[in-house]
């Protein structure tokens, strides 16, 4: 994958930036509100942000027992050992510390070397430039955001830079999502038309293995239709597509069976 060094850095401090104005003057009961996120309310996601920011930062993890039926793995373990260290605190400090942590990553990335963003480290997808880490930030911090923004009744930030980066995001996981998660057969080609505010038509064709390819030779067998918004919200696993597909927002097409079943099986994230 090439790595636009520019984009990236835009679209993460554009990312932040969108975080910045929608938690300003939030009141507590909005700090408080549950997120799309299990266990973690609108609070706990920018302190999720803080704290890998932190991480990325060299800070040491806080040494605390944390539990919850949410935490599925390991990193959320550490995810949610940072987001407990801030749960005494209040929103508006939780804002602060963020906007002091932002400022001084952004200010460190700006001044990284070349070599030092090639360099190939662990990141959420696998050994990979740290520049890579820092796309995969851009999904994070905006997906995030779209969390805290949906059950509040805010909606904003669907179109520009972070929403396009997440949606490219998305789009480098697309085989893995119909070919694995989805399990589409052999011989399927699926088309997913994303309607806006980001559009773009992602294509999969199955033969042996699901990849992702610019046209079909012949017409898709399945198609599915959905804004990018719910897209990420439904590939991110944060909503259950039931509601979704029996009101339209996903809307189907070609083989309905295997497309209702992709529909159903969209979540990759961990």
Not at 3 to 12: H, Q, V
Not at 185 to 209: F, K, M
């Amino acid at each position: 994958m090439e790595l636009d060094r520019a984009r990236i850095l835009t679209g993460l401090a554009e990312a932040w930036g969108q975080w910045d104005a929608f938690a300003d003057g939030l009141s507590d009961d909005d700090w408080a509100t549950p997120s799309r996120c299990p266990g973690w309310t609108v609070q706990d996601n920018l302190a999720h942000i803080v704290g890998t920011e932190l991480m990325l930062d060299g800070r040491p993890g806080p040494d605390l027992e944390v539990s919850g039926d949410h935490i599925k793995h390991p990193a959320g373990v550490g995810n949610e050992k940072w987001v407990e260290s801030f749960r005494s605190a209040s929103g508006p400090d939780v804002l602060a510390a963020f906007r002091e942590i932002s400022a001084k990553r952004l200010a460190d990335l700006d001044a990284m070397s070349g070599d030092e963003f090639l360099a190939v480290g662990w990141t959420p997808v696998g050994e990979a430039p740290y520049g890579r880490f820092m796309q995969v930030r851009v999904y994070d911090v905006w997906l995030h955001l779209q969390d805290c923004r949906e059950p509040l009744g805010m909606p904003g930030d669907e179109s520009g830079l972070p929403a396009e980066m997440s949606v490219d995001e998305i789009a480098t996981a697309i085989g893995y999502i119909i070919g694995k998660k989805g399990g589409a057969p052999d011989g399927s080609r699926v088309e997913i038309v994303l309607t806006g505010p980001v559009e773009r038509v992602l294509r999969v064709a199955v033969d042996g293995r699901a990849n992702a390819v610019d046209e079909f030779e012949a017409g898709p067998t399945a198609t599915l239709a959905a804004s990018s918004t719910d897209f990420a919200a439904l590939t991110g696993g944060r909503v259950d597509p039931g509601p979704y597909l029996a009101d339209g927002r996903v809307a189907l097409g070609g083989d309905e069976e295997l497309a209702r079943h992709l529909a159903e099986n969209l979540a990759f994230t961990i």
